[in-house]
């Protein structure tokens, strides 16, 4: 259990993960800044190289996995015998019990609006066709209000450096799963590879982002099985199309008392009056506007 609560959460004072650097600021005065980490971590499935990202560094067995989980690399059943990380050499290898059909995925590739990577391989998009989330699933306005309060407050490199992005696994109003990452999707695929090693359940489950939300984020979300995505950023156009194609509920510009549902509405439960929720601090919604 972290500091925060989280079952795992962000750890702002690991100091491998940031560093203080000197500048100067507009009126010439000399100050120090706290800046996030971001260095290649080289992927292996098997014997086969896969890709290279650009990541904080920390979790990187989470990462592996859930980025080939997220590709469509490995599926739920696939069985994996050993994570190998090597710190030295930056390189991460999972081994399964048999061969995957890499090729085919590497070859084919779509390029996203996603940070830093923006990839995305293989026939991830036929699979997104068959797709039908919990129709039973519910978001109360309750729980919104309070998860929105829990992360938006707590201790995170977002909040102390800026320049990242967080993804939290819910359930109901109680954030379980912080994660964060110089792009987005790193930070999906971390909560991804966590829920896959411990045999978590997706049906139940609320997203929430910092970052857009993007056909990205409703892809990768869609394909975890989870079937409500909230962020306090903006929506793209086919991110919502796709959204309703497949019945994901989707929030945007949640702040304070604040939300817009595009998708999904039909599970919302609005059980808490928002004149009852007070306005978001300033002082952090001016910190997060300065933000990723």
């Not at 203080?20 to 706290?34: L, Y």
Request: charged residues 25%; contains cysteine; hydrophobic residues 35%.
């Amino acid at each position: 259990m972290s500091k925060s609560g989280f079952i795992l959460g962000p750890d702002p004072e690991n100091p491998s993960l940031s560093q203080e650097v000197s500048g100067t600021d507009q009126d010439g005065n000399p100050v120090k800044t706290r800046v996030v980490t971001e260095k290649p971590l080289t992927l292996y499935l098997n014997r086969q190289e896969i890709v290279t990202m650009m990541t904080i560094g920390d979790y990187p067995d989470l990462l592996a996995v859930g980025y080939l989980l997220n590709q469509n690399m490995l599926s739920g059943d696939d069985e994996i015998t050993d994570i190998e990380y090597d710190e030295e050499l930056d390189v991460v290898v999972v081994r399964t019990d048999n061969e995957t059909d890499f090729e085919d995925k590497l070859q084919r590739k779509v390029r996203t609006s996603g940070c830093a990577q923006g990839t995305v391989f293989g026939d991830v998009m036929d699979g997104f066709d068959a797709i039908r989330l919990d129709p039973e699933a519910k978001l109360h306005t309750s729980w919104l209000y309070a998860l929105t309060k829990a992360i938006n407050t707590a201790p995170s490199l977002y909040l102390e450096a800026g320049a990242i992005h967080g993804c939290v696994l819910c359930r109901q109003d109680r954030p379980l799963v912080y994660m964060e990452d110089v792009g987005r999707h790193n930070a999906v695929d971390k909560i991804a590879g966590w829920m896959f090693t411990n045999g978590i359940g997706a049906q139940d489950k609320i997203f929430y982002t910092t970052g857009r939300l993007t056909s990205e984020m409703v892809i990768k979300t869609a394909m975890m099985g989870i079937p409500i995505l909230i962020s306090r950023s903006g929506f793209t156009a086919w991110g919502v199309e796709l959204a309703r194609q497949v019945g994901l509920t989707l929030i945007g510009r949640a702040r304070g008392k604040r939300f817009i549902a595009l998708s999904g509405e039909e599970r919302i439960v609005f059980d808490q009056d928002p004149a009852t929720i007070p306005d978001e601090n300033r002082k952090h919604a001016r910190k997060a506007e300065g933000g990723p």
